[in-house]
């Protein structure tokens, strides 16, 4: 599977963005997509996942409520819309691809995507 994310760029706080990733290879629905982020000098970290239904989704405490994940399995394309965007959320995000069924660790994802930048001034 290989995965393309768009969508970020710079926004006001308060702001929203919607982020996609189009994945190549027709097994996409059979796979598990979750969101990471990395800020400069942090550790890359979770931040949604959904499962390859869009049954199910998974969220980081610190995002919960503000962004939602969705997929669209005919277009190959999984979706992050994110609303009232804070500062703190100012990184690059990566989207990521798992056949494991519930996948919130890093380490459980095997294919990623280049990363897009979003950065949320105040």
């Known amino acids: 599977v290989q995965l393309q994310a768009s969508g970020g760029g710079s926004v006001q706080a308060g702001g929203s963005l919607r982020l996609s990733c189009a994945a190549s290879g027709r097994t996409f629905s059979s796979y598990t997509m979750a969101w990471f982020r990395q800020a400069p000098g942090k550790e890359r970290e979770f931040v949604a996942a959904?499962?390859?239904?869009?049954?199910?989704?998974f969220y980081a405490d610190s995002v919960k409520g503000r962004f939602t994940s969705s997929r669209d399995n005919a277009k190959n394309t999984v979706y992050l819309q994110m609303n009232s965007l804070k500062p703190e959320d100012t990184a690059v995000y990566y989207c990521a691809a798992t056949r494991i069924p519930i996948a919130t660790m890093r380490y459980d994802y095997d294919y990623w995507g280049q990363g897009t930048q979003v950065t949320v001034s105040s």
């Open positions: 959904i499962s390859w239904s869009g049954g199910s989704t």
